[in-house]
């Protein structure tokens, strides 16, 4: 089945230093991809998404690349701020595969400090 | 405003009692969601529905039950089954095509702690 394997955390990180989290996946055809972020005490909101290889998303400084050769998804972001703390988790989604749902990493935990 | 609303936020259990987590929602999407957070496991499925009256096992259904009566509410039933309960649930919905397009949206979840 459909998996997706992200890079253990936590990530501790400098303001302003470059930040790169680990995403590789599993699944049968061509999913869509997703990163979710999770800040402290709330629910999982969309950061950014790719749907075919070669994308790339983007979403407040946040970019990711669709890799299909590597079977990857790789979250950036070139210089982070203290607020970027959160747990991160790659995602991906097969609905035409039968299962409408998505299936989620076991998310990648960002502390920057001041 | 519109969004998910779960409830309760903290729920304490004792061993061989079921509890009920409301899952709540006003966007007037199609599909609801259920997943459970452990540490260091990430999400995992337990339930999904895309329509009223209709819903689908997950990855971990065994030992949950649930019902979708109404477009709004989607309730998670933890029964005396389900082996290691203590965990974070989280609820969530979408448009009738969010598993393509990944915009799933989130209540705040749920803590549940089995005494």
């Known amino acids: 089945g459909d998996s997706v394997t992200q890079m253990e955390g936590p990530v501790t990180l400098s303001e302003e230093a470059f930040l790169t989290i680990n995403c590789t996946y599993t699944?049968?055809?061509?999913?869509?991809l997703f990163w979710y972020v999770q800040y402290p005490g709330e629910g999982l909101q969309l950061l950014l998404k790719?749907?075919?290889?070669?994308d790339k998303g983007s979403n407040k400084g946040f970019e990711a690349t669709y890799r299909k050769e590597t079977t990857s998804f790789h979250l950036e972001k070139g210089s982070v701020q203290v607020s970027d703390s959160a747990v991160y988790f790659c995602a991906l989604s097969e609905p035409y595969m039968g299962r409408r749902a998505l299936t989620f990493g076991s998310g990648t935990r960002l502390q920057v400090q001041p | 405003d519109g969004g998910i609303t779960q409830s309760p936020k903290y729920l304490f259990r004792k061993e061989g009692q079921n509890v009920t987590l409301s899952c709540e929602q006003n966007l007037n999407h199609d599909a609801m969601y259920w997943y459970r957070q452990d540490p260091g496991q990430g999400l995992r499925l337990i339930y999904y529905s895309q329509i009223v009256n209709d819903f689908q096992k997950g990855d971990i259904a065994e030992g949950y039950s649930v019902s979708r009566e109404k477009k709004e509410s989607f309730p998670l039933t933890v029964t005396s089954a389900q082996k290691n309960p203590t965990a974070f649930y989280l609820c969530a919905s979408s448009p009738g095509q969010g598993a393509m397009t990944g915009e799933l949206f989130f209540g705040e979840g749920s803590r549940l702690t089995v005494l």
């Open positions: 699944a049968t055809g061509y999913p869509s």
């Open positions: 790719a749907t075919k290889a070669d």
